[in-house]
């Protein structure tokens, strides 16, 4: 039986980008419920996508980071949830069941520990990509995103966890080079400061775009936002834009929450997994 990847939750999967290795550090998953993450949605939309939807009618969305190795070095793009099982409550319009906390050993079966990270690069400050940051040494933030972290607390990220973090924040601006091949581009909408990483190595690139997309689904519906996204209508401007970039010859991305499809570009309008 083939599998479907769209409602699996990602395991370890691996990208060679010139003299970069790209790897996906499953932490976990989450259930989004997809008339409530997705609000101009319809139920005929869904009917028309069986493929996005597991048993229990939701979207799996998984959880983790994108390890970027060059040689002995390597940095992590975001770093999952975290250590948290949330059961499904249905009067929770967003989300379902949580499950996460493999990060540490899905690090450590990459031959990787903590201390061999020399940064973690956060996209932006929600808490299903700040999870096991007390094991890290630098964070990377970008200047935005961290002067306004009000409203990261405010979707649910703990002050106190901001305020463990801000001795190990590094603030970067729009275009620095953080890593050999990898570049920042701040695109506002999700947050204030959202982050997409620019990664490009032997004449190719690839764009780990965060929370600009959630599901695969809004490669065909880019003016899909989710309910969390901070301005809407500027986030479905900068969809649009990473929708066609991504469509573009020697262009990929990558997911985070792409269930088991994290790296791919689009084809046609579709998703098209390379990995």
């Given at each position: 039986?083939?599998?479907?990847?769209?409602?699996?939750?990602?395991?370890p999967r691996t990208?060679?980008?010139?003299?970069?290795?790209?790897?996906?550090?499953p932490?976990?998953d989450?259930r989004?419920?997809?008339?409530?993450?997705f609000p101009?949605?319809?139920d005929?939309?869904?009917?028309?996508?069986?493929e996005y939807l597991?048993?229990?009618?939701n979207?799996?969305?998984?959880?983790?980071?994108?390890?970027v190795?060059h040689?002995?070095?390597?940095?992590?793009i975001?770093?999952?949830?975290g250590?948290?099982?949330?059961p499904?409550d249905?009067?929770?319009a967003l989300?379902?069941?949580v499950?996460?906390?493999?990060?540490?050993?899905?690090?450590?079966?990459?031959?990787r520990?903590?201390a061999d990270v020399?940064?973690?690069a956060?996209?932006?400050?929600?808490?299903?990509h700040?999870?096991?940051?007390?094991?890290?040494?630098?964070?990377?933030v970008?200047a935005?995103e961290?002067?306004?972290?009000?409203?990261?607390?405010?979707?649910g990220?703990?002050?106190?966890t901001l305020?463990?973090?801000?001795?190990?924040?590094?603030?970067?601006?729009?275009?620095e080079?953080?890593f050999?091949?990898?570049r920042?581009?701040i695109?506002?909408?999700h947050?204030?400061?959202?982050?997409?990483?620019?990664?490009?190595?032997?004449g190719?690139?690839?764009?780990a775009?965060?929370?600009?997309?959630?599901?695969?689904?809004?490669?065909?519906r880019?003016d899909?936002?989710?309910?969390v996204d901070?301005d809407?209508?500027?986030?479905?401007?900068?969809?649009?834009?990473?929708v066609a970039?991504?469509?573009?010859?020697?262009?990929?991305?990558f997911?985070?929450?792409?269930?088991?499809v994290?790296?791919?570009?689009?084809?046609?309008?579709?998703?098209?997994?390379v990995?």
């Amino acid at each position: 039986m083939t599998t479907n990847r769209l409602i699996t939750p990602s395991g370890p999967r691996t990208l060679t980008l010139g003299d970069l290795r790209l790897t996906y550090v499953p932490d976990g998953d989450v259930r989004l419920k997809p008339r409530g993450w997705f609000p101009a949605s319809t139920d005929a939309d869904w009917a028309a996508r069986p493929e996005y939807l597991a048993d229990d009618g939701n979207l799996v969305a998984s959880l983790g980071g994108l390890l970027v190795e060059h040689g002995d070095r390597a940095l992590l793009i975001d770093t999952g949830f975290g250590p948290v099982t949330i059961p499904d409550d249905p009067a929770n319009a967003l989300t379902g069941a949580v499950r996460s906390g493999a990060l540490p050993d899905s690090l450590a079966a990459l031959g990787r520990a903590p201390a061999d990270v020399e940064a973690v690069a956060i996209t932006h400050l929600h808490p299903d990509h700040l999870g096991w940051q007390d094991r890290f040494a630098t964070v990377l933030v970008a200047a935005p995103e961290w002067a306004d972290r009000e409203h990261a607390i405010e979707h649910g990220t703990p002050a106190e966890t901001l305020d463990a973090l801000a001795p190990r924040v590094r603030t970067f601006t729009d275009g620095e080079e953080i890593f050999p091949g990898v570049r920042t581009r701040i695109t506002a909408g999700h947050t204030p400061g959202h982050t997409v990483y620019e990664i490009t190595s032997g004449g190719r690139r690839l764009l780990a775009f965060g929370d600009a997309l959630h599901s695969p689904a809004q490669a065909t519906r880019p003016d899909w936002s989710a309910a969390v996204d901070h301005d809407p209508e500027l986030a479905a401007k900068e969809r649009a834009l990473l929708v066609a970039e991504l469509s573009e010859p020697g262009t990929l991305g990558f997911g985070v929450h792409f269930a088991d499809v994290p790296f791919g570009r689009v084809r046609d309008g579709h998703w098209e997994p390379v990995a």
